[in-house]
């Protein structure tokens, strides 16, 4: 079975600095889909940032990069120029690749979550 | 085209009653997922459902949950005699069905509370 772990219960960062959130995930399939998701308080998941694991470069959206180690099993996600409004709740979240009728699994494997405060 | 629409937001129930939770998909899915989240942890898988079929229910309680998804009308968690434990939010996500489709989207989720 799959296992998402991230180590930073809490972080927190500046406005305008840079911050890195750290994930590690175990599995033993070769293709699958890794992902960051924000809650922030009015509890909505949404999708921060997605990476294919055939795909050795970095996924990137705006001020949200990633960090994927795939010999490492390592997902860390970087957010430049910290706003106010990315404090929240981050995800850290596992997808096989492979869909149900292919014998794998749709679900997605969460972490236990980074609560991120970004101070003014 | 709207996102997936969960209800009630907030649903209070006293021991040995039983919860519903609705779940709308977004227009043009036909795959729903629930998902139960505990008070500081993140989201745990529930069950995976299409239209009329279960397809993977590895996530779900035993004894007293139960969902459905009908050809016609919103899926639906079904928990019986609820206990203290059930409190927690579930949120309800969807996706096409589509080979290359790999992201699901939530709705805003049902915090139950059981008193």
């Known amino acids: 079975a799959q296992t998402v772990t991230q180590s930073q219960p809490e972080m927190s960062v500046q406005e305008a600095e840079t911050v890195t959130l750290s994930c590690t995930y175990d599995?033993?399939?070769?293709?699958?889909?890794l992902f960051w998701y924000k809650q922030p308080p009015s509890r909505q998941m949404i999708l921060v940032i997605r990476q294919e694991a055939y795909k050795q470069q970095n996924a990137t959206e705006n001020r949200f990069s990633v960090n994927f180690q795939k010999a490492a099993k390592s997902f860390s996600l970087k957010i430049s120029d910290s706003q106010l409004g990315d404090a929240a709740m981050y995800f850290c979240a596992y997808r096989s690749e492979l869909r149900a009728f292919e014998g794998g699994s749709e679900k997605l494997v969460f972490g236990k979550g980074t609560k991120l405060t970004v101070n003014p | 085209n709207a996102g997936v629409m969960q209800n009630p937001r907030h649903l209070v129930r006293r021991r040995g009653q039983e919860a519903r939770l609705r779940c709308s998909p977004m227009?043009?899915?036909?795959?729903v997922y629930w998902y139960r989240q505990l008070p500081e942890e993140g989201l745990k898988f529930m069950v995976y459902l299409q239209k009329e079929n279960i397809i993977d229910e590895s996530g779900m309680p035993k004894e007293r949950f139960s969902a459905e998804f009908p050809k016609e009308g919103p899926s639906i968690l079904r928990i019986q005699q609820v206990v203290r434990g059930d409190s927690a939010a579930y949120f309800c996500?969807?996706?096409?069905?589509?080979?290359?489709?790999?992201?699901?989207?939530f709705g805003q989720g049902t915090r139950l509370t059981v008193v």
């Open positions: 996500a969807s996706s096409p069905n589509q080979e290359w489709a790999t992201e699901a989207f």
């Open positions: 599995t033993s399939e070769s293709d699958y889909y």
């Open positions: 227009k043009g899915h036909s795959h």
